[in-house]
């Protein structure tokens, strides 16, 4: 179980939990398996509290634009590590978002929590548009800027794509909200969604 919480300005937080015994990991990592859990009991009507020292955030953060009018575009991200860098992997698509070692990034770019090293990224958007790629070099805590301009290579007016039949909570097994899925579609350069 995977659960979301905002920290306050002190960094705690609260998370309501049945009682039982529980393997906490801070998922600031890539993979949960990074570093050894913590067990904590919580029993009934009690509060467990405990401490985590966490590291600056070492990641990118990336923008894609339209190299001809400078308009940012949504999207999507294939990174790979170039060795000794370890393979990354944001799930296997149950995440929000992100799978495998490809994560969707809205127009305003999205900072990417990885391991410090070098990785390749390449950046697509839909079949109008090249794809293109850079090195990123991510530094321990720091979060490594980085802009990549996609050429459009397609100029047909109208339709040139089309999916049918889009998943989201409404069917049983998928964890992406209809918003989820509307931002991928525009990574994918689908600009139309009929409900």
């Known amino acids: 179980v995977f659960v979301f919480a905002e920290?306050?300005?002190?960094?705690?937080?609260?998370?309501?939990?049945p009682k039982g015994w529980y393997s906490v990991y801070p998922a600031l990592t890539v993979s949960p398996y990074h570093d050894l859990p913590?067990?904590?009991?919580?029993?009934?009507?009690?509060?467990?509290?405990?401490?985590?020292?966490?590291p600056a955030t070492s990641g990118m953060k990336i923008r894609v634009?339209?190299?001809?009018?400078?308009?940012?575009l949504f999207a999507r991200l294939r990174i790979e590590?170039?060795?000794p860098n370890q393979p990354i992997s944001f799930g296997v698509g149950q995440g929000r978002l992100a799978y495998q070692n490809?994560?969707?990034?809205?127009?305003?770019?999205?900072?990417?929590?990885?391991?410090?090293?070098?990785?390749?990224?390449?950046?697509?958007?839909?079949?109008?548009?090249?794809?293109?790629?850079?090195?990123?070099?991510?530094?321990?805590?720091?979060?490594?800027?980085?802009?990549?301009?996609?050429?459009?290579?397609?100029?047909?007016?109208?339709?040139?794509?089309?999916?049918?039949?889009?998943?989201?909570?409404?069917?049983?097994?998928?964890?992406l909200t209809a918003e989820d899925y509307a931002r991928m579609a525009a990574a994918e350069g689908l600009e139309w969604l009929i409900s």
């Not at 920290?7 to 937080?13: I, Q, V």
């Open 7 to 17: 920290t306050d300005a002190e960094g705690r937080y609260s998370i309501p939990v």
């Open 38 to 54: 913590e067990i904590l009991t919580v029993k009934t009507g009690g509060r467990t509290s405990k401490n985590f020292h966490m």
């Open 65 to 72: 634009l339209d190299a001809e009018t400078s308009r940012p």
């Open 81 to 83: 590590p170039v060795y």
């Open 102 to 175: 490809n994560i969707y990034i809205p127009a305003e770019g999205r900072t990417i929590p990885l391991p410090a090293g070098s990785y390749l990224v390449y950046a697509t958007h839909g079949p109008r548009y090249d794809m293109k790629d850079m090195l990123v070099k991510v530094a321990e805590g720091k979060v490594a800027q980085g802009v990549i301009l996609l050429k459009q290579v397609v100029p047909t007016p109208g339709w040139i794509g089309i999916e049918m039949g889009g998943r989201t909570i409404a069917t049983p097994g998928c964890a």
